[in-house]
Each structure stands twice: as structure tokens, then as C-alpha cells.
């Protein structure tokens, strides 16, 4: 099945440090989402995005829905060692508003 | 407040046994289910959602069903397991008609078969 691009596919920063990752497609989405899972648990969302170049923060995490409808990226802002875990971007399409399409996730490590 | 709840949290099967994975959901009405299957470092797959009682829709053809013989209770299960069928098995629920609403994810089950 379809799934979004997300990149990076894995980082190792030093606590302190900013972090961007992004997801693409080659379809259009009408909703991005941003989730993150810590190890043996269920993802948490994090962010919602429901219009194009809507810029959203929920604490230190800032996500962007981009113009073209077709990308999303997460920063994360001064990370810290609870930040540790995989990060999802996911998509919904117009017209397909019970699934959800995943990336394959960005795996954060933060050294204190 | 609305809850999920995944049963078991932890299992260990041999290959060609049966399996009955349970999710429920608590505080909500009439939710759209799903499971969700996650190998190893890897992204989430869809494999069943439901948008009411007996009405399930597949995403991938394999060994597994689903069943929902109640509004806020969501089955998975295989006749046989196979080797490949080992994963982390997620449960989530979703508010119907509710606008800009998203889906919240349960603990998970990580499956192993032997």
C-alpha cells in the first residue's frame, strides 16, 4: 500500500539540540498528523494539521502542513533525553477519511 | 474521558495455533476501530477497520480476522498462526462524526510465534 516518505530514518543528537524531520508525498493530503511512540507502547499523537501552511506548536514541537498539500515536517526545539523514541508523520487523502497512511518513521536518540 | 484497552499485553504462541487478540474502548459511542500491525522497526500497517457493529472492512489479504460483536469491542483472530504473523499489534479508536477528529492508539499487543 501507499506510504509517505519520512526522513530522516534515524537520529542521534546531543541534548540541548534542535531536530527536523519531514514527511512527502506524491498525492495530496487534506490532514497530517504527527505521533510519537516510546518503546512498547501505543503512538501518542502529538499535532494536527488540517489546512495548507498551517504552522502548529504544542510545546517545543513545532509542525508545518506544507503549501503543496503534498509534505509536513516536525521540529523539535531544545530536545531533552524524554524526547527519545519514533516519530510518525501520517496522511489522510481526500476521500479516504477512515485510513490513515504512515511513514515509516524517524527514530530520535537524545544524549545527555 | 475516553479509554483503550488491549488484552493480553504480551503473548507467545506456536506456529498453528489459534489466537484472539481483544480491544475495547471506554467514554465513546458508536467509535470506528482499527488494528494496526508494527514488525519490527517498521511503520504501521492497517488491517482491519470498522465502522459498526459487524460491518469490517479488510485491508490486507492473510490469515487474520476481525470481528466486533459489540459497539466498543474489536476482536482479532487467526484460525493458525504463522511465523510472520509475530508483531506488535495495535488497537485504535476513532470519534464518528466529529469533525477534525483523529485516531488515539491502545498499549499494544507484542505477539511472538515460535
Known amino acids: 500500500g501507499q506510504q509517505l516518505n519520512q526522513s530522516p530514518q534515524s537520529m542521534f543528537i546531543q541534548e540541548g539540540e534542535d531536530v527536523s524531520m519531514n514527511c512527502t508525498s506524491s498525492s495530496i493530503f487534506n490532514t497530517w498528523l504527527w505521533y510519537k511512540q516510546d518503546p512498547g507502547e501505543g503512538p501518542v499523537l502529538l499535532i494536527a494539521?488540517?489546512?495548507?501552511?498551517e504552522l502548529t506548536s504544542n510545546g517545543r514541537l513545532t509542525a508545518q502542513f506544507g503549501i503543496t498539500r503534498k509534505d509536513s515536517f516536525l521540529n523539535i526545539s531544545a530536545s531533552i533525553p524524554s524526547d527519545v523514541g519514533i516519530y510518525f508523520c501520517a496522511g489522510r487523502r481526500q476521500g479516504g477519511s477512515e485510513k490513515l497512511v504512515f511513514g515509516k518513521g524517524t527514530k530520535l536518540t537524545v544524549n545527555p | 474521558s475516553q479509554t483503550i484497552h488491549q488484552w493480553p499485553a504480551t503473548l507467545v504462541q506456536p506456529v498453528g495455533s489459534p489466537l484472539s487478540l481483544e480491544c475495547t474502548v471506554e467514554?465513546?459511542?458508536?467509535?470506528?476501530l482499527y488494528w494496526y500491525r508494527q514488525a519490527a522497526g517498521r511503520g504501521l500497517q492497517l488491517l482491519f477497520y470498522s465502522i459498526g457493529i459487524d460491518q469490517i472492512s479488510s485491508e490486507v489479504p492473510q490469515n487474520l480476522s476481525a470481528s466486533r460483536p459489540q459497539d466498543r469491542q474489536f476482536i482479532l483472530s487467526s484460525k493458525k498462526l504463522l511465523l510472520s504473523d509475530s508483531g506488535f499489534y495495535l488497537c485504535?479508536?476513532?470519534?464518528?462524526?466529529?469533525?477534525?477528529?483523529?485516531?488515539?492508539f491502545g498499549p499494544g499487543t507484542r505477539l511472538t510465534v515460535l
Open positions: 494539521l488540517y489546512k495548507a501552511g
Open positions: 467514554g465513546t459511542s458508536n467509535p470506528n
Open positions: 485504535a479508536w476513532r470519534a464518528s462524526g466529529v469533525p477534525r477528529n483523529e485516531q488515539f
